[in-house]
């Protein structure tokens, strides 16, 4: 039996009697971007560029903002159709911005562009009732001839 405490071999030793199979592998250095400082991990290679921070489209905002208030105000004959067709070119020309090098909210340009239609379908659709009962109204036989 052998002793259990006995001194193993240090890395880099091979074991008495036997000859490695190949080559130990040689730590890297870390070349021209290695730690100046001894006992730190090496760096990775690339230096680090910094990053610019994207900016946010305000038209992009401004569309979905007026979007949410127009599909929200849909009953309200006149007001809906100019308040849809302002956060539909809000938001169109907030997308337009957004796709841009450098912008976000391109997301927030599409929500407001589908808020301001679906907003604009419903108000159209009151706005022809609004006229034909306003029409109507001023015939003698009223709506129920």
């Known amino acids: 039996m052998t002793d ?23 730590p890297y250095n870390g070349g021209q971007y290695a730690s ?8 990775y290679g690339v230096p680090m560029v910094p990053m610019v921070p994207l900016r946010t489209s305000g038209l992009a905002v401004a569309g979905m903002v007026v979007g ?14 100019i308040v849809a067709a302002a956060a539909i070119g809000l938001s169109w020309a907030g997308m337009v911005q957004g796709r841009k090098p450098g ?17 604009a379908i419903p108000g159209v659709i009151l706005l022809v009732l609004f006229f034909t009962v306003a029409a109507a109204g001023t015939t ?6």
């Open 4 to 26: 259990p405490y006995q001194q193993q071999p240090y890395p880099g030793q091979a074991y008495p009697g036997y000859q490695p199979s190949a080559p130990l592998p040689v």
């Open 36 to 43: 100046p400082y001894p006992g730190q991990y090496p760096g």
């Open 68 to 81: 949410i208030i127009a599909l929200l105000s849909f009953w309200v004959p006149f007001f809906d159709i």
């Open 103 to 119: 912008w976000t909210g391109s997301g927030m340009g599409i929500a407001g562009l589908v808020c301001g239609i679906l907003a």
């Open 140 to 145: 003698s036989c009223a709506v129920y001839c």
